[in-house]
């Protein structure tokens, strides 16, 4: 069984910065796509960001073009922990943010795809 937990959401003012984790758990987990979402209220869940590691041909990142050069993310496999590392905050990038697991085709799947799902941590920039 893959279990996700998110950390690291909180309340921040616009222009500032937060760190999200996504710690995970379970087999096979080393190979999964990993990637994040986000959903506010009344919308429906947007992309943000996916990695794909391994050890042969190294990482394969993709970003929202709303998120481009603001955000990044990253991995840490030793520790299976997925990391958003979210700078330039704008109140528009308030919303839960999840983390998703599955053994995708490609950093570039929908949401539909992927398999596994955390809770959520709640993001909200204040203006």
């Known amino acids: 069984q893959v279990e996700l937990i998110e950390s690291g959401g909180g309340l921040v003012q616009a222009g500032g910065s937060l760190r999200l984790s996504c710690a995970a758990s379970g087999p096979f987990i080393g190979s999964y796509v990993m990637a994040w979402y986000r959903q506010a209220p009344g919308k429906e869940r947007q992309f943000v960001a996916a990695?794909?590691?391994?050890?042969?041909?190294?990482?394969?990142?993709n970003y929202a073009d709303s998120v481009k050069g603001r955000f990044t993310i990253s991995k840490d496999s030793a520790k299976n922990t997925v990391f958003l590392q979210m700078n330039s905050l704008k109140p528009e990038d308030t919303a839960v943010y999840l983390c998703?697991?599955?053994?995708?085709?490609?950093?570039?799947?929908?949401?539909?795809?992927?398999?596994?799902w955390g809770q959520g941590t709640q993001v909200t920039v204040s203006s």
């Open positions: 998703a697991a599955g053994h995708v085709a490609s950093v570039f799947a929908q949401a539909s795809e992927y398999r596994y």
């Open positions: 990695i794909r590691w391994n050890a042969w041909d190294g990482s394969m990142l």
